[in-house]
């Protein structure tokens, strides 16, 4: 990093950090976990069950005693660990409105590292990027930890798509490694947090993802069993419909496939469409069915405004659920 890079780099974390704090600041006040519903790890008594109670918790000795279900309550732990795993493969490395997803992606790692900073919580990341590696980042405190690592999401190299190589079948790869999948990323997640506390996954979970299901959704649910996590989903307007603008060259940036296409034709925008459709309920089903808190991010909205409304939405449960 040159000199004269440095100070630019500073303004925009600086920028960034003021953009949250000055929308977002307040929404966690006093609660670990307010990304998600439900709280820590600490009990602390019990109360009725209510419809949608996590029947894990329920409190078998005070319902055998009372006859009336009851579920044990907690309270977030006095320090939490948060870990994120951000996707910096080649597909993120596309944006048509006012962020490319990457950049969207560290803006989603800088709303959860400044709103949950303080009092001794602790930051950990596991990055996923091209020519499978994973660079994991241990968990600490304190704003400078949390800088460095958003500078090394914002400057991480993009990968040219013809680095990645050649596919001909799912197992077959020439001329390059096969892309970071999503699944060993959460792997790699599911053994660097060892502690109980949330976990963020940001991705456009493109990965894996077929025409009925999704590979990553078997260890999201592993993932879920011991942690609260949020799914973060980074899309871009261009990836869900085709505007008309002629003949153009479309390049997947995972595997460098070109493909020439007429975007004049109302048939062929409206099968993309449908196939992008189809392909969003797949990801949302999963998330879903992994149990997982869900927050989506596009390139061409208010992301800030994006994580509020979930954030307030998340409390509105968490507020019915006690009732």
């Known amino acids: 990093m040159t000199s004269a890079h440095e100070p630019a780099m500073q303004r925009r974390l600086r920028r960034l950090e003021l953009t949250i704090t000055r929308r977002l600041d307040g929404l966690l006040t006093g609660q670990h976990l307010g990304l998600l519903p439900g709280s820590g790890s600490e009990l602390a008594g019990g109360r009725e069950y209510s419809p949608g109670d996590d029947v ?60 949950t900073m303080g009092g001794g919580n602790r930051l950990g990341a596991v990055i996923l990027s ?21 500078r090394k999401l914002l400057e991480a190299p993009r990968q040219a798509p013809a680095a990645l190589g050649r596919r001909d079948g799912p197992h077959d790869w020439h001329a390059g490694e096969a892309p970071t999948s999503l699944v060993a990323g959460l792997t790699d997640l599911q053994r660097s947090a ?39 989903q980074v899309s871009d307007p261009r990836e869900l419909e085709l505007p008309d603008v002629g003949l153009v060259t479309l390049v997947d940036p995972e595997t460098g496939r070109k493909r020439e296409i007429s975007t004049a034709s109302p048939r062929l ?26 927050l989506r991010l596009r390139t061409d909205r208010d992301w800030v405004a994006d994580i509020a409304r979930h954030v307030l939405a998340q409390r509105r449960l968490t507020r019915a659920g006690a009732r």
């Open 269 to 294: 925008r409206r099968r993309f469409a449908a196939a992008a459709a189809a392909q969003d309920r797949v990801i949302a089903t999963g998330l879903r069915r992994a149990g997982v808190a869900h």
């Open 130 to 150: 091209g020519g499978g590696r994973v660079d994991r980042t241990p968990a600490r405190s304190g704003r400078p930890h949390l800088f460095g690592l958003l």
């Open 194 to 232: 060892r502690r109980r506390g949330l976990t963020v996954v940001v991705s456009d979970f493109l990965d894996g993802v077929s025409e009925t299901e999704a590979t990553w959704e078997a260890p999201l649910r592993r993932l879920k069993a011991r942690h609260h996590v949020l799914a973060v």
């Open 56 to 115: 894990r918790r329920m409190d078998w000795a005070v319902t055998a005693r009372t006859t009336i279900p009851h579920v044990r309550d907690t309270v977030a732990d006095r320090e939490l660990e948060t870990w994120v795993l951000v996707d910096a493969t080649a597909s993120m490395d596309f944006g048509t409105a006012d962020w490319e997803k990457r950049d969207l992606a560290a803006a989603a790692v800088a709303a959860v590292g400044f709103l």
